[in-house]
């Protein structure tokens, strides 16, 4: 991972430091703090504006070099349009806008966070912050580099707000925010000869810091309480399985948890449904879902949030050796439902079907909500923009959708139905683990909704969005760490307190 940024507050009244970053707006206009920080460079600003024609159409920007007038190695002026429309989202584009202009030699940047008409706010503040971060993110891990860029150091970047204290406390929980989004990412990108699943888990442990209760479940206790259709994936690897539980407990004692499910597959040859070698190197990612869950955990307990929380992944590698299981072959789930082997590369529903009747058993939470790179399928479908959600609960769906429209993490709905639930009747046991290529997404979810009873369970297909996503204003990483900021929004806004 490259260097992290340092995101820090000052007044507007601070003397900047390094590159400068100052707004505008579609009239080319400039806030009050703004024109007293560029007074000197006024005349190198309309030269520069009527030499390239700037018109400040919004999200472009102009860059100077040394301006005459300022004491800045360059000057770096980015247009947000209309100032006083400018909604939370736009804030975030924003940061990830500036992070993106700053030339990558720069160790020192200061942002001028002050526009002419519009008030900026400290929660907008730190949703600018937060987009600084996100976008600053770089996995660079296994690259050999030069002497000097290894010496290089961190990026600060300094944000000049009306408001410093507040400012300082809005961003402390998009902080943690930020942190369990880049830990996500970080799992995503890892290697897969890095990351198995014993050292899935060893990285899950490390949320003991945070206050996270963790406990590891190896073979022999999976088992002994009966996770056969989780171990079945597994039995062709050299590498045990293990399912991680992470307990954050910030609400009452009393108080039923939320509960959250990933399925994390560290790496997916299909078994002996063996997959095209096209390709497969993206495999390392198939554990997406249980890497989004680790770090909204994170997330969660570093920003203290008033809730129960639980946190519970299956990690499994499917490999195709002599002790793989085979199509045909029936194994016998820890609900007691008997699931028929149709093609082992639908092998993530096998391992939420027991991850999640245990969680809803064990815990007895308001809702479950898992999320996995399940299917090809969804990506037919959906593309990259939206991941899919599925649900037996009208009302936590609307609240998922709402979090994603907030945060842009979207989510379109598809249904479910006796219908589907036709096409994975099994004629050897009580279910068959794929219904075939049509519909491929929703059967999957009518799979898992097997396993879930009457509790309250929405489960999202980020096969689209977890790994391989276009890149976007916050992210430029294969791994996208989607998931956390959704699912952090989804728990402020309706189970807290």
């Known amino acids: 991972m490259s260097e992290p940024v340092t995101v820090s507050f000052a007044k507007h009244t601070a003397a900047p430091k390094g590159v400068v970053v100052i707004l505008t707006d579609e009239s080319l206009a400039f806030g009050a703090a703004t024109q007293k920080l560029v007074k000197g460079a006024d005349a190198a600003l309309t030269r520069a504006f009527d030499a390239e024609r700037y018109k400040g159409k919004a999200w472009t920007g102009l860059d100077l070099l040394a301006p005459a007038g300022l004491d800045a190695p360059r000057l770096i002026v980015l247009s947000v349009g209309k100032a006083k429309e400018l909604k939370s989202a736009d804030f975030l584009k924003l940061g990830g806008l500036v992070a993106g202009k700053l030339p990558a030699s720069a160790r020192e940047a200061t942002l001028v966070l002050d526009l002419p008409g519009a008030k900026i706010s400290a929660d907008d503040a730190a949703e600018v912050a937060l987009g600084i971060a996100l976008r600053s993110y770089g996995f660079d891990r296994y690259k050999t580099r030069k002497k000097d860029e290894a010496e290089r150091g961190a990026l600060a970047v300094t944000l000049l707000v009306a408001d410093e204290p507040a400012a300082k406390r ?6 943690a925010v930020a942190d369990g989004v880049i830990l996500a990412r970080d799992l995503v990108n890892e290697p897969p000869n890095v990351l198995d699943p014993p050292e899935f888990a060893r990285r899950a442990e490390a949320l003991k810091k945070v206050g996270v209760e963790v406990e590891v479940l190896d073979d022999a206790d999976l088992a002994r309480l009966g996770m056969r259709a989780l171990l079945g994936v ?38 002996i449904s063996i997959k095209p070698a096209a390709g497969m190197e993206d495999m390392k990612g198939d554990m997406g879902g249980a890497a ?10 570093a920003r203290k949030a008033k809730v129960n929380a639980v946190g519970v992944i299956g990690v499994v590698e499917n490999m195709p050796d002599g002790a793989a299981q085979r199509p045909g072959d029936i194994v016998t789930s820890l609900s007691g439902q008997t699931i028929e082997i149709i093609n082992t590369d639908a092998e993530g529903r096998l391992v939420l079907a027991d991850v999640l009747w245990y969680a809803k058993e064990r815990f007895k939470p308001k809702f479950m909500i898992d999320l996995a790179t399940l299917t090809g399928a969804i990506l037919v479908a959906l593309g990259s ?5 599925f649900s037996n609960d009208d009302q ?42 049509n519909a491929g997404s929703i059967t999957a979810a009518q799979f898992l909704k097997r396993f879930v009873d009457t509790t309250p369970w ?19 990483s294969w791994g996208s760490g989607w998931g956390v900021r959704l699912l952090n929004q989804l728990v402020k806004d309706n189970y807290e307190g």
């Open 292 to 301: 989004c869950v680790t770090g909204l955990m994170h997330a969660l307990a």
């Open 385 to 389: 923009d939206h991941a899919g959600l």
């Open 170 to 175: 809005a961003y402390g929980a998009k902080a």
């Open 234 to 271: 597994g039995q062709g690897s050299i590498k045990e399985s293990r399912v991680v539980v992470m307990q954050w407990r910030g609400g009452a004692k009393s108080e039923a948890p939320v509960a959250f499910i990933g399925k994390g597959v560290t790496f997916d040859t299909g078994g």
């Open 396 to 437: 936590l769906a609307e609240r998922i959708a709402k979090a994603g429209q907030e945060t842009g993490e979207k989510v379109w709905r598809l249904p479910l139905g006796p219908e589907y639930d036709k096409l994975i009747d099994s004629k050897f046991a009580d279910m068959k683990n794929s219904g075939g290529r």
């Open 458 to 476: 929405a489960h999202l297909d980020v096969a689209g969005t977890a790994m391989s996503s276009p890149a976007s204003d916050i992210n430029k």
